[in-house]
């Protein structure tokens, strides 16, 4: 069983940037791969963007291509995600997810869930 732990998130103006990250414990952290998903009030959950155990592969959803950057520390057993240029409509709760299988993880098939974290972009 792996547990997430999110922290990180708040509020800042349009255009700013924000980290949070993804603390996991309970498994080999290096043999998950791990993303991030948001859910905007009033919406579903969607998918924003996932890492390989190895770190060598990414995936990004569209909507945050060229702005967000996931990345893992496999020794701290972290992932974190760097927002830029945010905006208004990235206003959503963000989880962190977990998945032994890197073809399954976007797809939310068993994946494993933190709590999540919640990042509001102002106007």
């Known amino acids: 069983q792996v547990q997430l732990v999110e922290s990180g998130g708040g509020s800042v103006q349009a255009g700013g940037s924000l980290s949070v990250s993804c603390v996991a414990s309970?498994?080999?952290?290096?043999?998950?791969?791990m993303g991030w998903f948001r859910q905007a009030p009033g919406k579903t959950r969607e998918f924003v963007a996932a890492i390989s155990g190895s770190g060598g592969s990414t995936s990004y959803a569209d909507s945050v291509k060229g702005r967000f950057t996931i990345s893992r520390d496999n020794a701290k057993n972290t992932v974190s995600l760097q927002m830029s240029s945010l905006k208004p409509e990235d206003t959503a709760v963000y989880y962190c997810a977990a998945n032994s299988n890197w073809l399954l993880i976007r797809n939310r098939v068993n994946n494993y869930w933190g709590k999540g974290t919640l990042v509001t972009v102002s106007t």
């Open positions: 309970g498994g080999t952290f290096s043999t998950y791969a």
